[in-house]
């Protein structure tokens, strides 16, 4: 199983960015695809980004050309580059791999 640690998180003017980290532990990290979702207020949980074990990227439509997610296997970590923040990004972001969920960081976009 894969055990997410999220970091990173915080408050951020419009237009700023973030970097979050997902420290992953368990031995099966190399095999897993990887995927960060949010969740804000009033809201359902959406994808951001996902990552197969591979590291090929795929990302809502919502963030495309503004987020990177990246990873690294000999690390065991998977990271989200946040660029051109906006509120609408306000939310509690995730990290999840083998369906185990981490507990999550806020990020706040607010001027």
């Known amino acids: 199983q894969v055990h997410p640690v999220e970091s990173g998180g915080g408050l951020v003017q419009p237009g700023g960015s973030l970097s979050l980290s997902c420290a992953a532990s368990?031995?099966?990290?190399?095999?897993?695809?990887m995927g960060w979702f949010r969740q804000a207020p009033g809201k359902q949980r959406e994808m951001v980004a996902l990552?197969?074990?591979?590291?090929?990227?795929d990302y809502a439509g919502s963030v495309k050309g503004r987020f990177t997610i990246s990873r690294d296997n000999a690390k065991t970590t998977v990271y989200l580059q946040m660029n051109s923040l906006k509120p609408k990004d306000t939310a509690v972001y995730y990290c999840?791999?083998?369906?185990?969920w981490g507990q999550g960081t806020q990020v706040t976009v607010s001027s």
């Open positions: 999840v791999g083998s369906n185990c």
């Open positions: 368990g031995i099966r990290f190399s095999i897993t695809s």
């Open positions: 990552i197969t074990n591979a590291g090929i990227p």
